[in-house]
């Protein structure tokens, strides 16, 4: 095979798109979530091209047909190991089916953590989201809460103030973590307030998210349960990038994204931190720990798939 893409959110069916076009003959193999994180929620309305916005799942599956269009063969399945010691490149995948390919384009991106309830489940799209910058225009002049109490929930929680009438951040511990800047913004912003020591129970409403079940000092003497009304429930403590089967033979930061040169979607190698895989890219959100969003990813998609063109043309 000419071009494997691992995954298939919007980083790897443009990869697909624009590999079709050049007359790669790729080949996607679309994982355990087709479309990616983007099918998890309900209405996009900040990807180019949708003026009245375009339903996630929608917008996923006109992809997946434009990559059809142009030859890609879409395949359902997980790549669950990789040998990129030697080339063509070895890869199998969860049926035991072994795979050469020249090229390969990791876009596997990244899972939101959660806090492990089932009404987050319950409530997933109605109500509870992982990404402020995705779903906070819809709570406009509503109440939320955000989890967490990292650089990422204040940043989260900053934005969603610009929107909403009101924010809570539920911390679990008697401070935050994140940086003294980052601290002083939100502990300045009137509408947003720092609830310390509090985990959450769960959460509850009939049609969506209402409310949530909070516990203050949980286990200790002066432990307080209580109910905070809200309208969404936002998740910020983190994400992990789906990498694990790549980090024998890709460099990858603590956290696991995938180091690449430079601007560029070339993979650094385990071994030499100075030196790329050779055909092997990175796109979207497998290695992106900043912007996490699917026009960022799609732009990824798009420059892995003209360097995997590029590095065919010099073998």
């Known amino acids: 095979m000419n071009c494997i893409i691992i995954g298939s959110g919007p980083a790897g069916y443009t990869a697909a798109i624009y590999a079709g076009r050049a007359n790669l003959s790729p080949v996607v193999y679309s ?3 087709p479309g990616g994180q983007l099918t998890q929620t309900t ?3 900040n990807f180019p091209g949708y003026p009245d916005g375009v339903d996630a799942n929608q917008m996923m599956m006109e992809l997946r047909q434009q990559a059809e269009r142009f030859g890609a063969d879409i395949r359902d399945g997980v790549i669950t190991k990789v040998d990129f010691s ?4 070895r890869l199998t995948t969860d049926r035991g089916e072994e795979l050469v390919a020249d090229t390969v384009i990791i876009a596997t991106g990244a899972s939101a953590k959660y806090l492990g309830l089932d009404d987050e489940k319950k409530y997933n799209g109605m109500g509870v989201s992982a990404c402020a910058t995705c779903d906070g ?4 002049k509503k109440t939320v ?4 109490g990292g650089d990422t929930a204040c940043e989260e929680a900053s934005y969603l103030a610009q929107l909403c009438k009101k924010v809570y951040m539920i911390v679990r511990k008697p401070y935050l973590r994140a940086s003294d800047i980052m601290k002083k913004r939100v502990e300045d912003n009137e509408k947003i307030e720092i609830l310390y020591e509090h985990n959450t129970l769960g959460l509850y409403g009939n049609d969506g998210v209402e409310g949530a079940h909070l516990v203050k000092r949980k286990g200790e003497a002066d432990e307080q349960r209580y109910d905070l009304p809200i309208d969404g429930f936002f998740l910020a403590i983190g994400h992990k990038p789906n990498t694990d089967i790549f980090r024998e033979w890709v460099a990858t930061d603590e956290t696991g994204y995938i180091l690449t040169q430079g601007d560029s979607p070339k993979v650094l190698s385990t071994a030499n931190h100075n030196e790329v895989v050779p055909g092997v890219f990175a796109a979207g959100d497998c290695a992106d720990p900043t912007y996490r969003q699917a026009i960022v990813a799609a732009g990824s998609g798009c420059k892995a798939a003209l360097e995997a063109e590029r ?3 010099s073998i």
């Open 145 to 148: 809460a955000v989890v967490g």
């Open 311 to 313: 590095y065919l043309q």
């Open 137 to 140: 225009f819809f709570y406009r």
């Open 43 to 45: 209405i996009v309305e």
């Open 31 to 33: 994982g355990l979530q």
């Open 86 to 89: 030697e080339r063509p490149y």
